[in-house]
């Protein structure tokens, strides 16, 4: 029998000698240049971190060329961050040079730190994920070829964060994030009557229901829900629970583009992205649509920002309906909220602009 | 010859790091890996995932850990007809010796499709598509080797936490131990379901909260401290010299007012009871500013994504706790909570639905928390107050 609940590996473990030596004690830190920092500690050490982007699903040869470098260079240690990237650490400056070359050689981009876009926090889509209503990791890598400037080069006032998640889920932090990518289905679930009964216990499906869209089917003969279609609003949770209710549709399902979110306490509270654009249709392999218009609102944000400043923030100081002008991005219905704290979002000033 | 994925070949273009290449490389030696690719090869032409709902999966003597996935297209890619999912809990703050690295890649080599993610929204090490079979032979070796699995289902998650003190001057607890110690404490909680929904815990040392704790966990740790922050003087002024503009760019965009620059002199003062703590001027003064001596953590309740009541980001609860091992104060509040959550919580609700269904008053009175102003934005406008 294997040993079970042994958790993971003690850190202390894994940790490189600086910073044994220097834990807890650090003084300061400084931004170098793209991707790489120095961390000095009250005890006079110093610590060089080289930062590298990575695709997340990556192969197994993918991390064991990655730990030919962290051999080479940083005495056999590395870590990750929680948005995919990879961190080498060193305490020579020497060694800089030769990892960020090493790196570049393995096609990964150094930078993300600082004033950059970090790489994009993303889920699995159609990679992996029952449930997904696009694709994950082709957004992602669409969204960074052309974004690719900004994050191996300062061309920003602030840390931009973005995130993509394949379905209004959300496994990753989307609903906080800068600009945020999310798919959504479209169409109410198409109901699998013959399969319902034996697959899902049909109380638990009517009872997973947010808007109580799901009801016993008018037919007694019939063991299974109907669905009124205009209650619904497409969360796949009722999916979640029973596996003969899917609203996969190659045409309903799409993009919704969410923005000025952020997680940081500095300067501003955390704040929730918002709905700038509510839908795009799959065009893969690229999602021109897509990457089209994230570019378009990064550009101006980078020309129209203060130092500093969040794309939550600028849009703040400027005004909503100044960002819909700017971005040329139509004000639909869609924008007004119809959920449950929906009348906290309406204007109750006549402070606004035109 | 003409390829057999050319919508995804499309995807190798371009300067980012490609999936694509890394699933080929995998695809190069592993019959799993070659049929992924059909799979989701057939997904860009369809415009839907292939793969179906569930399926239950896993090792003896867990009932999360592993997550079953099966493709909808096992006529034509019946290597990938079983792809499921080995959640592996990480060491805290992802730090890894290339010898455990390798030895995780050798394992999943054997008994795996060689890909993987590094690593999931949740912090675990994702080992990507296994067939049934190879399940228990994969945490059996997996074990042997110091690793055990992370958390899913209606269970505890893998909790994860920030750099902290390995590697960042902001942190104001030892978010690395804080998570280990947690994760061990509550090894039944991780691995055995048996709550409403998921419960996340996340630890950021700082209020930069460089994990999205306050967006993500049920249970959110947040560093700060409760004395003034610190004022070095002289590197004020060597930061003023290299013509940073204080007045403007640093004491101007104190969200609080509670900084106060004195150009002639070069004197930055601040106003400690007027600091919310927000780490503006610390992120860009880091040789001037640093947190202060009293250190230790806010804890928040109800973070999460907007299933099924909309998006909520975690609430005060605790304003300031001291973080010391054992630790003692944190895990039997989060005891109290649970026992709560589990006598009142509906299936598939998160602890932030119980809460906002059922009141933040009774929830306190549960945990025995004293109502403090710290937890509102403002008090009621209303006057439909029970007594």
């Known amino acids: ?354 | 010859m003409p390829s057999n994925t050319p919508l995804l070949d499309e995807l190798e273009k371009g300067p980012w790091p490609s999936f694509v290449k890394e699933m080929k490389r995998s695809a190069g030696k592993n019959a799993k890996a070659k049929d992924l690719l059909g799979v989701v090869e057939q997904s860009y032409k369809d415009k839907i995932t292939h793969w179906k709902h569930g399926g239950i999966v896993g090792v003896t003597g867990y009932g999360g850990g592993v997550i079953g996935r099966y493709s909808d297209l096992p006529e034509n890619f019946p290597n990938a007809e079983q792809f499921h999912t080995i959640r592996v809990n990480h060491p805290s703050g992802w730090f890894y010796t290339t010898k455990a690295l390798r030895t995780i890649c050798d394992i999943w080599e054997k008994h795996g499709s060689g890909l993987t993610n590094m690593h999931g929204a949740t912090g675990d090490i994702i080992l990507l598509g296994t067939d049934t079979d190879q399940i228990q032979p994969a945490f059996n070796t997996l074990s042997e080797n110091g690793f055990d699995l992370g958390g899913s289902g209606s269970a505890l998650r893998t909790p994860s936490g920030c750099v902290g003190p390995a590697r960042c001057e902001w942190a104001c607890f030892d978010s690395l131990d804080l998570i280990y110690d947690l994760t061990q404490t509550f090894q039944d909680e991780l691995h055995r379901p048996r709550w409403p929904y998921k419960f996340k815990i996340k630890a950021s040392a700082c209020p930069n909260d460089c994990v999205a704790a306050i967006a993500r966990a049920d249970f959110t740790i947040i560093g700060t401290w409760r004395d003034s922050l610190r004022i070095d003087q002289s590197a004020v002024g060597e930061y003023a010299a290299k013509g940073l503009d204080i007045k403007n760019l640093i004491a101007g965009k104190c969200p609080s007012q509670a900084l106060d620059y004195d150009e002639k002199n070069r004197k930055l003062t601040l106003k400690p009871e007027d600091c919310v703590r927000c780490m503006h001027c610390i992120s860009k003064m880091t040789r001037a500013i640093r947190p202060g001596k009293e250190t230790g953590a806010t804890i928040l309740i109800g973070g999460k994504a907007p299933i099924l009541r909309g998006a909520f980001l975690s609430w005060v609860l605790v304003p300031f706790i001291k973080v010391d091992p054992p630790y003692a104060e944190i895990k039997q509040l989060l005891e109290k909570i649970w026992d709560w959550w589990d006598e009142n919580g509906r299936n598939r609700e998160r602890i932030a639905e119980t809460i906002s269904r059922l009141g933040l008053k009774d929830f306190l009175k549960a945990i025995d928390l004293r109502p403090i102003p710290q937890m509102v934005y403002h008090p009621r406008s209303n006057p439909f107050v029970f007594f």
Not at chain 1, 16 to 21: A, D, L, M, Q
Not at chain 1, 43 to 51: A, D, H, M
Not at chain 1, 160 to 169: G, M, S
Not at chain 1, 243 to 260: E, K, N
Request: hydrophobic share 35%.
């Open chain 1, 1 to 354: 029998m294997p040993r079970t609940d042994i958790g993971p590996p003690d850190y202390k473990t894994m940790l490189p000698e600086t910073i044994v030596n220097n834990y807890g004690k650090w003084k300061y830190h400084e931004i170098l240049k793209p991707g790489v920092m120095k961390h000095v500690s009250e005890t006079g050490g110093e610590l060089f971190t080289v930062r590298a982007g990575s695709p997340r699903l990556v192969s197994i040869d993918f991390i064991r060329d990655v730990c030919d470098v962290a051999d080479k260079y940083c005495d056999g240690h590395l870590r990750f961050t929680s948005r995919f990237n990879i961190e080498l650490m060193t305490p020579d400056k020497e060694n800089v040079d030769g990892i960020i070359s090493d790196l570049n050689k393995l096609g990964l981009p150094v930078g993300g730190l600082g004033d950059c876009i970090s790489n994009i926090v993303h889920t699995q889509g159609w990679i992996h994920c029952h449930s997904a209503a696009t694709d994950a990791s082709g957004l992602v890598k669409s969204i960074m070829d052309e974004l690719y400037e900004y994050f191996t080069e300062f061309r920003l006032h602030a840390k931009l964060r973005i995130a993509v998640a394949c379905c209004i889920n959300m496994c990753g932090a989307v609903h906080c994030s800068d600009l945020a990518v999310v798919g959504i289905h479209t169409k109410p679930p198409k109901v699998n009557h013959e399969k319902l009964a034996s697959t899902c216990e049909i109380p638990s499906v009517i009872a997973s229901c947010p808007t109580g869209a799901i009801r016993r089917h008018s037919d007694k003969n019939i063991n299974s829900v109907e669905v009124k279609n205009e209650r619904c609003m497409y969360c796949g949770n009722c999916y979640t629970v029973c596996p003969s209710m899917p609203l996969s549709d190659p045409d309903g399902d799409g993009l919704a583009i969410y923005v000025g979110g952020k997680v940081s306490n500095m300067r501003k509270p955390p704040m929730f992205s918002r709905l700038a654009v509510p839908f795009i249709p799959n065009n893969p392999p690229r999602w021109p649509e897509v990457t089209d218009i994230l570019k378009k609102i990064v550009e101006i944000y980078a020309r129209d920002s203060k130092k500093y400043e969040r794309l939550g923030e600028w849009i703040q100081r400027i005004g909503w309906e100044r960002f819909f002008s700017l971005t040329s991005i139509p004000f639909t219905e869609q924008h007004i909220d119809d959920f449950t704290h929906a009348t906290e979002t309406y204007r109750a000033t006549t402070q606004f602009k035109w």
